[in-house]
């Protein structure tokens, strides 16, 4: 199969974890006889510092033209400084409502040879983490009005929090939908004790519910959620909530299973084009010394292989090397121990083994 990838590296750590992902897909397409061709797009701070904009309107169009987009992270301190419509994040933003990417899929499983590297005891890991969030990825608190004003001789600034019915239905249809093919238990989670937006998401929610009878839907406010992610994780099956409360829990759920740096991202719309990124950040402190993890990255080009190309085979291919990598004690800093048989390793050379690991069939 021939398939354009836009391929963003981005900022921080984004080129050397990129640059690992598409070795990767270069084996995958020798092995099963596909044709990746890669176009390169620019966004986040090398935006800026290159064409004064973190997402220039030719480089979303390059995204909208490819078969789906890869991205490994963007921002950093050195732009902490440029006004907020024109952060690096800002461009991550306008790609995602661009390409209309309303539901990001982020799953928390804990990979069995992980399990030490989790901070929670092994009571409550020995129980099992396996659970996806679906987080609504366009629209509430991130896409609302945000201004700073002066009232009363002093600044005030204002985030606005908006979801529409429609906007709801969309990612709660996802939520069940993700529900039936697992386990069929979905927990919506909400702040519907303080907040208009989540009354509504409620209602929704359970309006939603007697078109799948078969899927168990439970509600929970958003900081007890909080709580029973550490208390007993095993309780998830498929959790579904708006933007912010799944960008906060989501980095938790993470921590529980060892490091963020293993976990990928899908973002899907109306389309196959898909937006795939790891859910870390650039990691500014670790860039260009080839230590960060570039897992999270692999894993998000096995998402599209799996969910925008439907190579189930090729995704399986490099979900097993990864596997059998971690099986052979390899660890890059962030999941590393002192426990026996573990080797550390860098960037690169995770890269290397992961692709030296990818077998057909
Ligand atoms: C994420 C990130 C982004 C978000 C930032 C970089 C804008 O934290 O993908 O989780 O908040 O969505
Ligand atoms: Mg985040």
């Not at 390059?62 to 991205?71: E, G, N, P, T």
């Not at 740096?261 to 402190?285: F, N, Q, R, V, W």
């Not at 925008?308 to 979900?319: L, Q, R, V, Y």
């Amino acid at each position: 199969m021939q398939k354009n990838i836009a391929v963003i590296r981005g900022d921080g750590i984004g080129p050397e974890i990129v640059e690992q992902a598409l070795k990767v897909l270069d084996k995958i397409a020798e092995l099963f006889c596909h044709n990746f061709e890669y176009t390169d797009v620019d966004m986040g701070g090398c935006a800026i510092d290159k064409w004064g904009d973190p997402l220039p309107e030719e480089m979303l169009a390059k995204c909208l033209a490819s078969d789906s987009v890869l991205l490994g992270a963007v921002g950093g301190p050195k732009w902490n400084d440029v006004p907020g419509n024109m952060r690096p994040e800002k461009g991550l933003l306008r790609l995602r409502a661009g390409m209309g990417v309303y539901s990001n899929n982020r799953p928390a499983k804990i990979w069995r040879q992980l399990s030490s590297a989790s901070p929670l005891k092994a009571s409550i890991v020995n129980k099992g983490i396996d659970f996806i969030i679906v987080r609504e990825l366009i629209g509430g608190i991130y896409f609302g009005t945000h201004k700073t004003e002066f009232a009363d001789g002093q600044k005030v600034a204002v985030d606005e929090l908006k979801y529409s019915e429609a906007e709801i239905e969309r990612i709660g249809r996802i939520g069940f939908e993700t529900a039936m093919k697992r386990g069929k238990k979905l927990c919506s989670v909400e702040k519907s004790n303080v907040l208009d937006s989540s009354r509504l998401w409620k209602s929704v929610m359970h309006r939603l519910a007697d078109e799948y009878p078969e899927v168990e839907l439970s509600d929970m406010l958003v900081d007890n959620c909080a709580m029973q992610i550490v208390k007993d994780p095993s309780q998830f099956d498929v959790v579904v909530t708006e933007n912010m409360f799944g960008d906060i829990l989501s980095d938790e759920a993470s921590m529980i299973t060892g490091s963020i740096g293993m976990i990928p991202s899908s973002s899907l719309g109306a389309t196959k084009c898909g937006l795939y990124e790891p859910i870390h950040g650039s990691a500014p402190d670790i860039a260009g010394k080839d230590i960060a993890n570039p897992i999270g990255t692999i894993l998000s080009a096995a998402m599209m292989l799996r969910f925008s190309f439907d190579m189930e085979n090729e995704a399986d291919a490099i979900e097993d090397a990864v596997s059998r990598v971690l099986d052979a004690g390899y660890r890059t800093g962030d999941i590393f121990s002192s426990e026996e048989g573990l080797t550390l390793v860098g960037c690169s050379e995770m890269g290397r083994l992961i692709i030296e690991n990818i077998q057909k069939g």
